[in-house]
């Protein structure tokens, strides 16, 4: 997927995230494997209206095959508990249905991750599309844990 692409396919996501009242921003990406730049979400997670912030980016993979990669940072800071919780995610990744758990040591940050493969010459409204089901089931396994999770943040 080239510049203009990803950018149509961003586009798309922004239109149906904007019609959910979810806040999207573009940020600069960080270039090569990186194909323009990322879409950072305000990612409603709970019924309450907690959010995590998740970031959408298209990285070059083979010749004619890129990925869309979902990384959502769930904890910003994780607090005295670190190690309680790097505990907690062999359970939590064994009974994950989507995507993966993970700990970012330097930021001491809690995060999710999923990524899927996608042709480099998809219709950007194709993808699109693809990405606003994948979110509808990131907010499900996102809001499963995250009142366990925010346990384990700074107070």
Known sequence: MDIPAVKACFDKVREHLSGLDIESIYMDGIGDPQVGETLRIRFPVTQDGNV??????????????????????????????????????VPWNMNCPFGAYGIYEEGRQLYHKYSFPFPSDADPSDVAGQVMVLLGVLHQVLSEKYYEAESYSVE
Not at 54 to 82: A, Q
């Open 52 to 89: 995590v912030i998740t970031e959408l980016m298209v990285t070059s993979f083979l010749d004619d095959l890129d990925l869309m990669l979902m990384y959502s940072t769930v904890v910003v800071k994780i607090g005295d508990r670190y190690d309680e919780l790097v505990q907690k995610l």
